[in-house]
């Protein structure tokens, strides 16, 4: 069943602090567009059936990306693509959005995203596994 895109844009901006939907609308546009060009087949249908329809349209027809881009990178292309965005900001874009993103598509689903994309994906969905360094802690923005 698909979230609602009201319920899934609360979640995105209390989770990134935005002071507006619209922001938290902007940072999700960005965030999908770019984690489409990234997924495959039956993984990235799968998904796009539990985004909201106006997200799974943005999930299904992607930024073409050449090459997967690391977790670092990824956020680095969508502080690129959010107007007057930092590295930092964009960090906080992305954990906000994927992180919300995981939870409308459940453990498993998110644990079949995280095999296609590059290790230290699972950070910014929020879903650190257990590989990862426990010294690590988001920085707030």
């Known amino acids: 069943m698909a979230m609602l895109r009201e319920a899934f844009l609360d979640q995105v901006q209390e989770r990134g602090e935005y002071p507006t939907r619209s922001e938290a609308d902007r940072a999700a546009r960005a965030v999908l567009a770019l984690l489409g060009a990234h997924l495959v087949g039956e993984v990235r249908a799968e998904l796009a059936a539990r985004l909201p329809e106006t997200f799974a349209l943005i999930?299904?027809?992607?930024?073409?990306?050449?090459?997967?881009?690391?977790?670092?990178?990824?956020v680095r292309a969508t502080?690129?693509?959010?107007?007057?965005?930092?590295?930092?900001?964009?960090?906080?874009?992305?954990?906000?959005v994927l992180s919300v993103t995981a939870d409308a598509a459940g453990d498993e689903l998110t644990r079949g995203i995280l095999l296609q994309l590059p290790p230290g994906y699972d950070m910014l969905f929020g879903r650190p596994q257990d590989t990862a360094d426990p010294e690590y802690s988001p920085q707030r923005r």
């Open 79 to 96: 502080a690129a693509w959010i107007e007057g965005a930092t590295e930092q900001t964009a960090a906080w874009d992305v954990g906000a």
């Open 59 to 74: 999930l299904l027809n992607p930024l073409q990306a050449a090459e997967p881009l690391s977790a670092e990178r990824f």
